[in-house]
T-cell receptor, first 110, second 113 residues
Framework: SQQGEEDPQALSIQEGENATMNCSYK?????LQWYRQNSGRGLVHLILIRSNEREKHSGRLRVTLDTSKKSSSLLITASRAADTASYFC??????????FGSGTRLLVRP | GAGVSQSPSNKVTEKGKDVELRCDPI?????LYWYRQSLGQGLEFLIYFQGNSAPDKSGLPSDRFSAERTGGSVSTLTIQRTQQEDSAVYLCASSPPGNYGYTFGSGTRLTVV
């Protein structure tokens, strides 16, 4: 079963614009992570935010977490064509197992 | 090794045959995970190893699927009597002790014809 659901399913923006993706989940979590996937193969870990954190930054990425609403958002600022990929949120509980959402396909047009 | 290695990268098999997929995690990573991803879909959890034991096999879709891990390192996912619905990309990931972030391999694309 999938825990996280990303919104939107697909997003197309112009290079230089910001991209925002949202993730909602159902049960209590220990942490929430975002991953990027290019061309349907291995995923790359982008950022992890713990349940007691509200916001985290990494380079052009900003992640927020609202545990009261069971939601998270990923903001990519000043997007580049190379950011074109699928982005997945994943939720973890006290074990190390992650449950992934269905992903957002981001297209950044040059 | 430098990363998580999976082999083969592609496998085409006839319906009814058995297949073995291999995952070689990063040295020192105690946790190992198997997921599968159907075309255009999210990741479906299959099984998780901590060392050589599998505390969570809840995602294995049927008794045709099994996995083992030996020496706290290499893991093999075996699918017996493959069916067309088994066609997917099988992804392996590992993580070190106390770290929640995964490192993924490039996956094995399995096609059952």
């Amino acid at each position: 079963s999938q825990q996280g659901e990303e919104d939107p399913q697909a997003l197309s923006i112009q290079e230089g614009e910001n991209a925002t993706m949202n993730c909602s989940y159902k049960t209590s979590i220990n942490n929430l992570q975002w991953y990027r996937q290019n061309s349907g193969r291995g995923l790359v870990h982008l950022i992890l935010i713990r349940s007691n954190e509200r916001e985290k930054h990494s380079g052009r990425l900003r992640v927020t977490l609202d545990t009261s609403k069971k939601s998270s958002s990923l903001l990519i600022t000043a997007s580049r064509a190379a950011d074109t990929a699928s982005y997945f949120c994943a939720t973890g509980d006290s074990s190390y197992k992650l449950i992934f959402g269905s992903g957002t396909r981001l297209l950044v047009r040059p | 090794g430098a990363g998580v290695s999976q082999s083969p990268s592609n496998k085409v098999t006839e319906k009814g045959k058995d297949v073995e997929l291999r995952c070689d995690p990063i040295s020192g990573h105690t946790a190992l995970y198997w997921y599968r991803q159907s075309l255009g879909q999210g990741l479906e959890f299959l099984i998780y190893f901590q060392g050589n034991s599998a505390p969570d096999k809840s995602g294995l879709p049927s008794d045709r699927f099994s996995a083992e891990r030996t020496g706290g390192s290499v893991s093999t996912l075996t699918i017996q009597r493959t069916q067309q619905e088994d066609s997917a990309v099988y992804l392996c990931a590992s993580s070190p002790p106390g770290n929640y972030g995964y490192t993924f391999g490039s996956g094995t694309r399995l096609t059952v014809v």
